[in-house]
């Protein structure tokens, strides 16, 4: 397979969004899906052939590091096809309006491409890019929903993630006058002599910061109640399962490859526990449904930080774990809260009038609390199990908040459990919409057949977290021993 | 260009970074919070140029016939572009959604706005809070704005 | 007044802070690692006069690829914002018709920036320009006229044909190295003769791309903007 697949990932969908407009007829229709089905293809053929070998894709042929590199191991080729089949499950379908429709058809396709691109670039300032990317796409898709709440509520996301990125861009900024590079793989060469100091640490905090934002990090993300509140469920879905992970999965790529430095696990990891704790206690006050998730959600991204900050391997199984579980459960929630969105007076009853939405619902309820086969017991066991073997109070610390918060988050889901299937209801709730039932009915037969065939995955995660934690194999793999025209 | 204009432009480019990010956080006004985010960039862009300078070298651009001199670095020249361009982009999309914001609540006012937005979702949400004491959208706020 | 002295403060410390970050690093001596490479090596590689067109369209190629998309994803964006549908009613904005001499200079400016911008995009490889400057001109071009007259606006049909057509040329550009067996946006063509106008390969076909994209992108951007203002 020629290695320029790679690009393929970002470009595919990009072109169809820039066509997508143009297309005559009912052929307009068809343009994304179709796309999104070949950039599935793409990366369940990168599956095989990056397991024992990542691929490298020297853009426009420029030897790294003076080109931008993409660089795909099996994580990355797993986000692929996440990007894709999350994105198709999720895609807009229909709409009241025409044009309107072209629009948010546009932007879902950027925004897949914007994250494939996450997924498989191997260049700082192309991350943020990427990243950028992502963002306006989301902006548009946030304010999609054309309610005048939606508005505010973007126009904050859109100033809160501006200014964070602009810190971004001062820490890459930093980043390249102290190294003269932004290719991953080099900067991870010359980390340990450049880097490794006061300002190399404060550049990673100001990058720490502008990705975090997507990622729903503590401290920048206020943003997503409200978001959540008022975008569409679809969008929702988009942002807080499949965009957070793309950015985290950039933030982990700097922590692995540049900075495997203590103090920057030990920001990770604080960040990552306020995260949870702030989010579960506000989702417990939380009154109506859709808030209660976005919360929840702030604070699931928090031990997926806190996990990713565990050193080693056994770290980085346990981040994917929590992460890939995450992406699995919440656009399901996000779709079957759209039309059950609002306060447990209002949903009181519903599982009466739609019992297998109300199945499904707590089923990932359970999940998402950790109970036994289901995944969601799988992540939090390797989360805490990696906290556990960790030396030092910090760790236990977190460990304990994190079981301490399950309680937290038990009360409050089964608040919604009990209202779903309680009697005394004074309003009639609505019936759910029958692509929020697909749409998570197909997220459940994926953790369903997860949760049955968890003893077979836990080899190949373990693989995954391997490959990626070797950024000694990164480094030899893009950069040529010697560099062609840079001075050793 | 002497050592001192280059930490000039240096303090003007932090100076600039700083004065955008407390407009920011001062401005109430959804206009004036665009503003600030211009000119934040615009400091980020200027420093980003800033550290490819080199004492006594040209642009980067080659001229036939004349001889290979010392050229500053191009790199960050394109990655100005790159962030400039992005700018652009999300000023423009703030000021499209400030503009609808004010059609739909009738000010410009950040603060009555984030009020009202929460009444409205809690409005969509069947729950009552404090915030929706506020006079629901459309009411008479937005014609005295109209008018002033 | 609490909060405005506390903002103020913060700033202030930031400002410092960053100060304190900056004032250490080599400024006027930048370490150049890949950057003097890039130099050495852009003339035989690339063949651009304009090394820094060279690293936009070469060596950071998909940067500029992200950047037609986050350009397009603002315009639709704003589109979805301002929420004229396709084909819906068109309301002319309440802008006054310009007076006689804005629209005598409309009509003697229209031509010639409609020729420096297309001179500035096809000279990006040459000298200092390119796609996004001579894009700006080209739209600056096209909103002239709408202030000199309000009623008469370029459609928005064109536009969107213009901005699908040049993204899609510079990504099919980028494709095409893939029929050569090459990577994706590698320069084909070779690289001509330095500093003639036909030179560089593939660039200035990709720059004329980037042009066009950016002066429709920014032109259908501002009768969005122009049209929801005039309410």
Partial sequence: ?488 | MTEFTLYTFLAASLGLIAIGIGGVILSRNLFRIVLALSIAEAGGNLLLVLIGFRHDAIAPIIEPGRALTTMVDSIPQAMVLTSIVIGAGVQALALALAIRARASYGTLDMGIMRARMEADINRVAGAESAASLHAPASSSTLLTERKA | MLTRYSALIFAAGLAFMLFVLFSGLPLGAPGMVVGQAVLDRAPAEVGAANIVTAVVLGYRGIDTMGELAILFAAATAIGLVLGRSRGSRHCPPAIQPGGFILRAGNDMLFPLLLVVGLYIILHGHLTPGGGFQGGVVLAAAFVLPVLARPTDMPSHAAMAWIEGLAGAAFILTGMAALAYDRAFLAPLLGTGEMGALVSAGTLPILYLAVGLKVGAELASLLLSLTEEGGD
């Fill in chain 1, 1 to 488: 397979m020629n290695h320029s697949v790679l690009a393929l990932v970002p470009a595919l969908p990009l072109l169809a969004s820039f066509l997508l407009p143009l297309v005559p007829g009912a052929a307009r229709r068809l343009v994304g899906p179709l796309t999104l089905l070949a950039v599935a293809f793409i990366g369940l053929n990168l599956w095989p052939l990056v397991q024992t070998e990542p691929m490298v894709l020297a853009v426009g042929d420029f030897a790294p590091p003076l080109g931008i590199t993409f660089y795909a191991d099996s994580v990355s080729a797993l986000f692929v096809i996440a990007v894709a089949l999350v994105t198709l499950v999720l895609w807009p379908w229909s709409g009241s309006d025409a044009g309107n429709l072209d629009r948010k058809q546009s932007l879902t396709l950027i925004l897949a491409g914007a994250c494939g691109g996450l997924a498989v670039s191997g260049d700082l300032f192309n991350v943020y890019v990427f990243y950028e990317l992502a963002a306006v796409a989301s902006f548009g898709l946030a304010a999609g929903a054309r309610t005048a709440a939606a508005q505010i509520a973007t126009f904050r996301y859109v100033v809160i993630g501006s200014l964070c990125s602009l810190l971004a861009l001062l820490g890459i900024t930093l980043i390249y006058v102290q190294t003269g590079t932004v290719n991953l793989a080099h900067l991870a060469q010359l980390a340990p002599l450049k880097l490794h100091n006061p300002l190399g640490l404060a550049a990673f905090f100001m990058i720490l910061l502008g990705l975090g934002v997507k990622a729903e990090l503590f401290l920048v993300n206020t943003w997503a109640p409200d978001v959540y509140a008022t975008a569409e469920a679809r969008v929702s879905g988009l942002l807080a399962g499949l965009v957070s992970k793309l950015a985290l999965l950039a933030v982990v790529r700097l922590l692995v490859l540049i900075f495997p430095l203590p103090e920057a696990r030990d920001a990770l990891l604080l960040l990552g526990m306020l995260g949870i704790l702030s989010g579960e206690f506000a989702a417990f006050r939380a009154r109506d449904v859709k808030r209660m998730l976005a919360w929840s959600s702030i604070a699931q991204l928090g031990a997926a930080f806190v996990a990713f900050a565990i050193p080693g391997p056994a770290g980085l199984a346990a981040g994917l774990a929590v992460a890939l579980h995450h992406l699995l459960v919440k656009p399901a929630l996000f779709l079957l809260a759209d039309r059950w969105g609002g306060s447990l007076a209002q949903i009181t009853g519903a599982a009466r009038n739609s019992p297998v939405s109300a199945g499904l619902f707590v089923l990932f309820i359970l999940s998402m609390l950790g109970v036994p086969p289901l995944p969601g017991f799988w992540a939090k066991y390797l989360l805490l199990s990696g906290l556990a073997a960790q030396p030092e109070g910090l760790w236990w610390l977190a460990g304990a908040i994190i079981l301490l918060t399950t309680v937290v988050e038990a009360v409050y889901l089964f608040r919604v459990i009990g209202a779903l299937y309680g009697r005394d209801h004074t309003v009639t709730p609505k019936t759910q919409s029958a692509t929020a039932v697909i749409g998570s009915g197909v997220f459940a037969a994926v953790l369903l057949a997860v949760a049955f065939s968890a003893p077979l995955l836990a080899l190949p995660l373990n693989r995954m977290a391997v490959q990626m934690a070797d950024s000694a194999a990164y480094i030899a793999r893009v950069l040529p021993p010697v560099l062609p025209g840079v001075a050793p």
